[in-house]
Nanobody, 116 residues
Framework: QVQLVESGGGLVQPGGSLRLSCAAS????????MGWYRQPPGKQRELVAT???????NYADSVKGRFTISRDNAKNTVYLQMNSLKPEDTAVYFC??????????WGQGTQVTVSS
């Protein structure tokens, strides 16, 4: 099993930046891809960005050009750099990992609030 722990959420003004971190432990050798999802208030969970073990990145259209996903394999950590934040980015952000067979693990979530 893979355990994921997120950090870095908080309150930020529109136009500001935050960086989320997700540290993986456990059966990390099984991880193929890691990513970030978010769940806005009253809405379903949605994809934000993913990155494979080979470095292939995928972003939701709503965050392209503003968010950057990266990973540090030595630290078993994935990051989400969020710039030019908007109120509609307010959500609980969840870290996700997936094995080649599609087995998913989730973190506990971290709140991001964009408000003046």
């Amino acid at each position: 099993q893979v355990q994921l722990v997120e950090s870095g959420g908080g309150l930020v003004q529109p136009g500001g930046s935050l960086r989320l971190s997700c540290a993986a432990s456990g059966s990390i050798f099984t991880i193929y891809a890691m990513g970030w999802y978010r769940q806005p208030p009253g809405k379903q969970r949605e994809l934000v960005a993913t990155i494979t073990s080979g470095g292939t990145r995928n972003y939701a259209d709503s965050v392209k050009g503003r968010f950057t996903i990266s990973r540090d394999n030595a630290k078993n950590t994935v990051y989400l750099q969020m710039n030019s934040l908007k109120p509609e980015d307010t959500a609980v952000y969840f870290c996700n990992s997936r094995t080649v067979l599609g087995v998913a693990s989730w973190g506990q979530g971290t709140q991001v609030t964009v408000s003046s």
